[in-house]
């Protein structure tokens, strides 16, 4: 049986759509939730079962963890066994909001949540549908994104739909994500903040919040090896956020640069598309062109809906501009390199 879809544009149905959403995660579970960052599939995080039931519907790896997702600060502490002073500064400079903590994780943290590890990934999100039904449950919710393991994230209800809608029993519809790509991702269980997956909140931002110099060492984008220790983020894998069809990130002059590397790579211009943000080719020359406007918030905002479109029409293979070598769009230049990730 398909999902049910719940819509949330009335008080009424929003009303209704809470109470469906957090009867049935009392109940063990799964659904899928609207965030500002993207969809979730979301499980109580104090349950085990209900948790593993996210991984069986992904298809996820065991040693990929979850984030969980509270509505106040002190069910946060509660998830962590301390609360360091950096998680106190970020909390309070972007909470509620797409930024998750990495904190030493609480007894109450199930195994499965955390991939076994040490630590915790929590985030209070923003949007009005996640923080109700959170208290509306009265417990955090284990949520990471609703799409099978290492595919596109979603960013509509209807990308939901299309992937796991015969395996959750309720979709909750909240309209388009307003943010597009995944939280920035930090570790503050250390003397420095690290980020583990950046997003649309920048290091430069991290760095203010925390008063230290933007663009610090200790700023580096440190990542843990899973052959010696747990992954403490999720989104940390090779190849992660990835469309079905082909992806090349590249970076052209002209129109004649751009063919010259499409022929060199093989790549008939009739059968692809090329998405483009500040150099924009004709499309008598390159018949299939998306254009999403020269903004680090506008191209994360769009991207996933841009991949998400190409692989429902079935093209073969994707160009995507490079995007700049800058804070603000480290987030989307990680999703890139991920999705064209062999």
């Known amino acids: ?3 049910e879809v719940l819509p949330v544009h009335t008080p009424a149905l929003f009303k209704q759509a809470v109470a469906r ?4 995660l009392r109940h063990g579970h799964v659904v899928a939730l609207p965030t500002e960052t993207v969809y979730g599939l979301a499980a ?3 349950d085990p079962h209900a948790v593993r039931q996210i991984f069986a519907i992904k298809q996820r790896p ?3 963890p979850v984030i969980v997702h509270v509505a106040d600060a002190d069910v946060a502490h509660a998830c962590a066994r301390e609360w360091p002073a ?3 500064r970020l909390a309070r400079a972007f909470w509620p909001g797409p930024l998750t903590l990495v904190v030493p994780r609480s007894n109450r943290i199930p195994d499965v949540v955390t ?3 040490p630590t915790v990934g929590l985030r209070w999100p923003f949007h009005p549908i996640m923080q109700a039904v959170i208290r509306e449950c009265g417990f955090p919710l284990a949520a990471p994104s609703a799409n ?3 595919a596109l994230s979603p960013t509509t209800a209807q990308h939901v739909a299309s992937s796991l809608g015969h395996a959750i029993p309720l979709l909750v519809d909240g309209g388009e994500s307003n943010v597009g790509i995944e939280s920035t991702v930090v570790d503050v269980t250390g003397p420095a903040p690290r980020i583990l997956r950046p997003g649309m909140i920048s290091s430069d931002d991290i760095a203010r919040a925390c008063g230290i110099p933007p663009a610090g060492p200790q700023l580096a984008d440190c990542r843990s090896d899973p052959a010696h220790e747990p992954l403490r983020s999720p989104g940390q894998l090779s190849r992660h956020y990835a469309p079905r069809a082909r992806l090349h990130v590249l970076e052209w002059q002209s129109e004649d640069d751009l063919a010259r590397q499409l022929d060199a790579l093989a790549l008939d211009p009739d059968q692809g598309w090329i998405i483009a943000h500040s150099r924009i080719p004709r499309e008598g020359r390159f018949p299939h062109v998306r254009f999403i406007p020269d903004d680090p918030e506008a191209v994360a905002r769009a991207l996933y809906a841009e991949l998400h479109a190409a692989d429902a029409a079935g093209v073969p293979w994707l160009v995507v501009e490079r995007v700049p070598a800058t804070p603000a769009w480290a987030g989307i230049a990680d999703r890139l390199a991920r999705a064209q990730a062999p």
């Open 1 to 3: 049986m398909p999902a």
């Open 21 to 24: 959403a957090s009867c049935l």
């Open 44 to 46: 109580n995080a104090w």
């Open 62 to 64: 065991a040693h990929n």
């Open 86 to 88: 950096l998680a106190a």
């Open 115 to 117: 991939a076994g590890g």
């Open 148 to 150: 099978p393991a290492n």
